[in-house]
C-alpha cells in the first residue's frame, strides 16, 4: 500500500503514520531521512544532494524524487511505504506520480488530516503551559508564532495538493480533531474505500493502443454488417386459412363452409325427350 499524508504542522500526521506503519507492514519515509541515508551510504544521487547541500542550496525536486524511487525499490519497501512531508508542491506530485508510473506502481490513497488552524493553536499554547509546570524542556517549534508561520507556509506551498488529488480521485478527508483511537478508525474506512478506487486511464496507455488498433482492424466488417441489406423472411398465411393435409370431413364442417358451386341450368335428358316425342299422338287429317 502506497500512502501519502496531508495536513499542517500539529495535525497528529506523525502519531497516525506510525500506526499505519505497524497495522500495514508498510515503511516510513522521510526526505530529510532519506537524504542523510543517501549522502552517507555515498550513492550517485546522494552525492549529488550532498554538494547542493554543502552549497546551501534546495535540493530540486528531481534529486528528491529520484532519491525516493532509490528508497522505494529496495526489499523493506515491498509491501509499500508512507511519505509524510512529500510531496510539497504539486510539481513535486506530479514528478512522484510519472516516477511511479515508470515502475508500473500508482498512489492508492492521500490521506488529508483537516484540521482548525486556530484549534491547533490554541492547542500548543495550553501545551507549552503544560510543560512549563512538569519543567520540561521546550522544543524549537513548541511556539505559538512560529506555528502560526508554518501554517501560513503550508496555506500556500502544500494546500494546493488537496485540488490536485481530489482531482485525481485519491484524495480521503479524515477529521483530525478527533481523538487518535476515532481518527485511525476513520482512516481504515477512508483506506477500504481507496482501495476500489478504479485505475486512471494513462495507467492502461498500451492496453488502450491495442485496443484502438483492435478496433481499426474490426471496422471495415463492421461497416460492411452495418450496409447490408436484412434478408426479407417469407410471408406467412394466417394459421386458420392454411389447410391440412389430413382435413377430414368432418374437420372441414366445423371450419368455415365451403361456398355452394354455381347451379348451371341445363336442358332435360336427349332419351328423355325422344321419348316423350315418341309418346306425343300424331294429328289426324281429313
Known amino acids: ?71 522505494i525499490d529496495q526489499p523493506d519497501a515491498r509491501n509499500g511505504f508512507i511519505l509524510d ?48 509546570r512538569r519543567g520540561e524542556a521546550l522544543r ?22 488537496v485540488d490536485y488529488y481530489r482531482g485525481k480521485g485519491a484524495l480521503r478527508t479524515v477529521d483530525g480533531m478527533a481523538a487518535i483511537d476515532d481518527v485511525a478508525s476513520a482512516i481504515g474506512r477512508a ?10 486511464a494513462r495507467n492502461n496507455v498500451a492496453s488502450g493502443d491495442r485496443n484502438a488498433s483492435e478496433g481499426r482492424n474490426s471496422a471495415p466488417g463492421e461497416a460492411k454488417r452495418s450496409t447490408r441489406k436484412p434478408t426479407k423472411e417469407p410471408s406467412r398465411k394466417p394459421a386458420g386459412k392454411v389447410k391440412t393435409a ?18 348451371v341450368r341445363r336442358g332435360p335428358a336427349r332419351g328423355l325427350q325422344k321419348s316423350k316425342k315418341a309418346k306425343r299422338p300424331r294429328r289426324l287429317t281429313k
Open 1 to 71: 500500500m502506497r500512502i501519502v499524508l496531508l495536513g499542517p504542522p500539529g495535525a497528529g500526521k506523525g502519531t497516525q503514520a506510525k500506526q499505519l506503519v505497524s497495522k500495514y507492514g508498510i515503511v516510513p519515509l522521510s526526505t530529510g531521512d532519506m537524504l542523510r541515508t543517501a549522502v552517507a551510504a555515498g550513492t550517485p544521487i546522494g552525492l549529488k544532494a550532498k554538494d547542493i547541500m554543502a552549497r546551501g542550496a534546495l535540493v530540486p525536486d528531481d534529486v528528491v524524487v529520484g532519491i525516493v524511487s532509490d528508497r
Open 85 to 132: 512531508g512529500f510531496p510539497r508542491t504539486v510539481p513535486q506530485a506530479e514528478a512522484l506520480d510519472r516516477m511511479l508510473e515508470k515502475k508500473g506502481q500508482r498512489l492508492d490513497a492521500v490521506l488529508e488530516l483537516k484540521v482548525d488552524p486556530d484549534i491547533l493553536i490554541r492547542r500548543i499554547e495550553s501545551r507549552i503551559e503544560q510543560m512549563k
Open 140 to 161: 524549537a517549534d513548541d511556539n505559538p508564532e512560529v506555528l502560526k508561520q508554518r501554517l501560513a507556509a503550508y496555506g500556500v506551498q502544500t494546500a494546493p495538493l
Open 191 to 200: 483506506l477500504a474505500d481507496a482501495a476500489f478506487r478504479p485505475v486512471p
Open 246 to 263: 389430413g382435413a377430414t370431413s368432418k374437420g372441414r364442417s366445423k371450419g368455415r363452409s365451403k361456398p355452394a358451386a354455381k347451379a
